[in-house]
Structures are given as C-alpha cells and as structure tokens.
C-alpha cells in the first residue's frame, strides 16, 4: 500500500537543459506518457549548482541527472531509463527479446560510457583551449565503432522497428556531435536514424531549446 501511494507522486527531474543524461530521461518520460516536475540545476551558474551541499545529498558524483521517484532518488540515466521500463506502463524501452536486449544495452553502454563523458562539460573545461578538438576526436572515435554496429542491428531504429533506450541514448549524442562540428554525414547510419528520431513528439518536446531553464537565445 506505501508503494503505491508513493507511485501516486510525479516523479521530480533534477537537471540541466542541455545535459545529454537529463535529456535522455526527459525522452524516456515523455515515451512512456509520464508526468514530472523539472528542477533546474545549472552547471553553469554560481560555480556549477550541481557542486553545491545540497544538491550533492542527492547525486554523490554532483552530476545530473538525479530522479525523485517511488521514494528513492536514482542518478546515472541507465539506470534510471531501466527502471522505469521496470515500473511503469507503456511502450518497452527494453525488447522483450534477450539478444535485442543484450543489443540495445551495449549501443547505450557503447554511447553513454565510451562517447559521452569525454565531452561532457566538466571534462571539456579541463581541457582548455584544446576542447573543440578533444570532444571532435572522442566523437569521431565512438561514432566510427558505432556505425558498424548499427548497421546490423538497425531497422526503422537502432534495434528493429521499435524505439529504445539506444535511441534514447542516440539522438542526445548526435546533437552533441553536430555542436561540435562533427561532419555526421560521415555516418550514414547515423544520420538516418538521427533524423527519423528527432521527428517523433517524444524527442521534440524533450529537446534542449523547450526546456524551463533554457536560455531565452537558445529557446526553439
């Protein structure tokens, strides 16, 4: 009986506009028709506010996302995506088959370990004046590994005909790609898929310019 009061509540997003992994969970939210509330959290103002005490009692890393949900806070959004695939109605976001699974599991891992962090924004300032070509190298890397894979295991989408959570993982990467100047064109695959994706609803009201932190000179 808790857990299903609990359930009752909207799940609470602590994230950032422009972050691939609070995109990525905006988009799983938004496949499975759930409604949440958004907390900003700059990465950007005072010195980051993902650095501040408070929001470090909800994400150790002080990284976003951190997710409210059920009576618990998740961060990494892997593993938040996966459970509420695990809870709640809807469109699967995990094929029911176990190779299609296992498939879907390694492009996210493939895109969510070995491509995103290496331009995400902590790193990039590490960087210095270097980051452009740092965060194009580490792209390029990734993409080059990934286009092969998809080329087997796509259909309409990254695996099959049904969307994922490596589409999910997907369309944020390629926006990161193309900010960066990443010629995507050097990755049919890519690009194809990339394209279907950003036309259904779910990606466009999860987009980086609709967001209620967005910047009014970036806003769609």
Same mark, same amino acid.
């Given at each position: 009986?808790?857990?299903?009061?609990?359930?009752?509540?909207?799940?609470?997003?602590?994230?950032?506009?422009?972050?691939?992994?609070?995109?990525?969970?905006?988009?799983?939210?938004?496949?499975? !028709?759930? &409604?949440?509330? /958004?907390?900003?959290?700059?990465? @950007?103002?005072? *010195?980051? $506010?993902?650095?501040?005490?408070?929001? =470090?009692?909800?994400?150790?890393?002080?990284?976003?996302?951190?997710?409210?949900?059920?009576?618990?806070?998740?961060?990494?959004?892997?593993?938040?995506?996966?459970?509420?695939?695990?809870?709640?109605?809807?469109?699967?976001?995990?094929?029911?088959?176990?190779?299609?699974?296992?498939?879907?599991?390694?492009?996210?891992?493939?895109?969510?370990?070995?491509?995103?962090?290496?331009?995400?924004?902590?790193?990039?300032?590490?960087? !210095?004046? &270097?980051?452009? /070509?740092?965060?194009?190298?580490? @792209?390029?890397? *990734?993409? $080059?590994?990934?286009?092969?894979?998809? =080329?087997?295991?796509?259909?309409?989408?990254?695996?099959?005909?049904?969307?994922?959570?490596?589409?999910?993982?997907?369309?944020?990467?390629?926006?990161?790609?193309?900010?960066?100047?990443?010629?995507?064109?050097?990755?049919?695959?890519?690009?194809?898929?990339?394209?279907?994706?950003?036309?259904?609803?779910?990606?466009?009201?999860?987009?980086?310019?609709?967001?209620?932190?967005?910047?009014?000179?970036?806003?769609?």
């Amino acid at each position: 009986m808790h857990l299903s009061l609990v359930c009752l509540a909207k799940p609470v997003l602590h994230g950032y506009f422009r972050s691939s992994c609070s995109w990525r969970v905006r988009i799983a939210f938004a496949l499975k !028709g759930i &409604e949440y509330d /958004q907390v900003p959290v700059s990465l @950007i103002k005072d *010195g980051g $506010q993902q650095f501040t005490q408070q929001y =470090k009692t909800l994400n150790p890393m002080q990284q976003v996302p951190a997710v409210e949900i059920d009576g618990t806070t998740l961060s990494q959004s892997l593993a938040v995506i996966q459970y509420i695939d695990e809870t709640r109605p809807g469109p699967r976001l995990l094929p029911a088959d176990p190779q299609k699974r296992a498939q879907v599991r390694m492009i996210s891992d493939l895109i969510a370990s070995g491509i995103q962090p290496l331009q995400n924004l902590y790193v990039i300032q590490k960087i !210095g004046a &270097e980051k452009m /070509q740092w965060a194009q190298h580490f @792209i390029d890397r *990734g993409f $080059q590994a990934l286009e092969p894979i998809l =080329k087997q295991t796509a259909g309409k989408y990254c695996v099959g005909d049904e969307i994922s959570m490596a589409d999910i993982c997907l369309v944020p990467q390629v926006y990161n790609a193309e900010r960066f100047k990443v010629d995507v064109g050097q990755y049919p695959t890519i690009k194809r898929l990339n394209e279907a994706l950003v036309e259904i609803e779910a990606f466009k009201e999860s987009h980086p310019s609709m967001q209620p932190d967005t910047p009014v000179d970036l806003r769609a």
